[in-house]
């Protein structure tokens, strides 16, 4: 239990603050939080919960203090939750958007404060959500908290950074080449779109396949996070294993979720069949870059013949 005249001491910087650019009473404020939760880590669910007490800048620099803690191994758990809830009362503060507005609402005084103050914010956030699996899930499958974040996005690029660290996801998947009775098990790491785990898949496959190619550097760096725009392209057609032949109009469409794969026995399974139409994309469906979940794809091992074939025997798949 923090003593309140103890909170009062290390939040008083952050009461005064007003401006983006902290002045030097606000770093030394930082520095002195960052201290003493470091002394006392079991105060930091009480710090948080005064996040929404505070001036916005303020509140975004308390916010980042809380966040580099937890980047540098203290528990998100006890600051993780009272952030979320009170970024959840924010996203209400800002103009409700329909479908029919052409334009942004514009803000007045208050709000525009606050969305100066929201890339801090944001930042914390991302960075405790990247241990808050549960809660990322939780976000994730609530529809009206992910079109409200889609919805900000043309207020500031901060929200698009919550969401993607919302949307990320890691599982294991297992790729079938249906025509060559070959596999591989392998595991994606946070990776929020289709298109991106396509692109990670065949980097990391190449010729391993029939129908794969040589791997293109600069979309596997674009893939893994660095700076660059590139594009890359469909090697063959990513089938649903409920599908016995390939159906052009059905494939796994690249702009969905990898949350929402195809599950086979409880795990994800893509069918791999020659290319039928022709599909292209860009590294924008990469996302924003995280450090904090950073995107990847290994190679667990190669299929024998034998469980290919009986796993499409199982499907109903070829003869």
Not at 16 to 45: F, S, Y
Not at 175 to 194: D, F, I, K, M, P
Request: with cysteine; net charge negative; aromatic share 8%.
């Amino acid at each position: 239990m923090v003593p309140y005249e103890t909170l009062e001491i290390l939040l008083a910087p952050f009461q005064r603050c007003h401006k983006a650019e902290p002045g030097p009473d606000v770093r030394l404020g930082i520095q002195n939080l960052q201290r003493t939760l470091r002394d006392h880590p079991d105060w930091m669910g009480a710090v948080a919960a005064q996040v929404g007490n505070l001036p916005p800048h303020g509140a975004g620099w308390v916010a980042v203090s809380l966040g580099v803690l937890v980047e540098n191994g203290h528990p998100a758990d006890p600051s993780g939750p009272c952030l979320l809830e009170f970024f959840e009362h924010l996203l209400a503060r800002f103009p409700e958007i329909s479908d029919d507005d052409e334009d942004y609402p514009p803000l007045d005084e208050a709000q525009q404060i606050w969305l100066d103050a929201i890339p801090n914010l944001a930042r914390a956030l991302v960075s405790h959500l990247a241990r808050l699996p549960d809660r990322r899930e939780d976000w994730a499958t609530t529809e009206s908290r992910m079109t409200r974040l889609e919805q900000l996005e043309g207020y500031s690029y901060a929200f698009s950074w919550v969401r993607e660290a919302i949307q990320r996801h890691s599982a294991p998947l297992t790729v079938l080449h249906v025509e060559s009775r070959q596999g591989y098990r392998v595991h994606y790491h946070n990776v929020a779109n289709c298109f991106h785990l396509f692109s990670l898949l065949q980097c990391r496959l190449g010729t391993l396949l029939p129908g794969g190619q040589a791997p293109d550097e600069a979309v596997l760096a674009a893939a893994l996070g660095s700076d660059g725009q590139v594009s890359d392209h469909g090697w063959w057609h990513y089938g649903w294993p409920q599908h016995t032949t390939p159906e052009p109009l059905f494939p796994i469409w690249g702009e969905g979720l990898t949350r929402h794969l195809p599950q086979v026995n409880g795990e994800a399974l893509i069918l791999l069949w020659p290319m039928t139409i022709q599909r292209s994309w860009d590294s924008g469906f990469f996302g924003p870059h995280l450090d904090v979940l950073p995107a990847n794809l290994t190679v667990e091992r190669a299929l024998s013949v034998d469980e290919v074939v009986e796993t499409l025997r199982q499907l109903g798949v070829g003869g």
